[in-house]
């Protein structure tokens, strides 16, 4: 139980546990990209749109790098950059407002209930990928990440948009 450490001890046990994540995560490579995404990523590129990554994780750029699609992506938002974890909105808004994109013209793609309730929060489209819903639901739900593409989430996203009220 955390309550039986100290602020000290959790954080140390917190970096114990990171260096064993990042000696883990040493190894992966490209071959290790869930199926789909690399597609959907140069689709998107191709379209022109920025990119942005939303991780709770401290790692998120070197796990990026060890894919090899770092270079893709125009903001990595991760938790050393926010105060507050999802389900809050915060990185999601964190990553609109590096892009100069306002937030209703974003699109949040998460594989956690959190994540949703939090792209849901910054006013941004959602997709949902494997999620179990258990209260909100995404805007759109796929299985898979071999799912995503450009025009089906242009698409969802479009008839979200004229569906949207104003504000």
């Not at 114990?16 to 490579?29: A, E, F, P, Q, T």
């Not at 490209?30 to 991780?55: N, T, Y």
């Not at 849901?120 to 990928?129: K, P, R, T």
Request: glycine letters at 6%; one cysteine or more; hydrophobic letters at 40%.
């Amino acid at each position: 139980c955390a309550s039986r450490y100290d602020k000290k001890d959790r954080e140390t046990l917190a970096e114990k546990k990171n260096k064993y994540y990042v000696d883990l995560i040493k190894n992966i490579s490209p071959q290790d990209l869930m199926p789909g995404i690399e597609r959907f990523i140069l689709e998107s590129k191709s379209e022109g749109i920025k990119l942005a990554v939303a991780s709770a994780s401290k790692n998120a750029g070197f796990v990026l790098e060890r894919l090899g699609i770092a270079g893709h992506f125009d903001y990595v938002a991760d938790a050393s950059r926010i105060s507050n974890p999802k389900p809050h909105p915060e990185i999601f808004l964190d990553c609109s407002n590096a892009l100069n994109i306002q937030s209703q013209y974003c699109i949040g793609i998460e594989d956690a209930q959190s994540g949703i309730e939090a792209i849901h929060a910054a006013g941004m489209f959602s997709v949902g990928i494997g999620v179990v819903v258990t209260s909100v639901p995404p805007d759109l739900a796929l299985s898979r990440t071999d799912e995503l593409s450009f025009k089906r989430l242009s698409d969802a996203y479009s008839l979200w948009l004229q569906r949207k009220p104003t504000d």
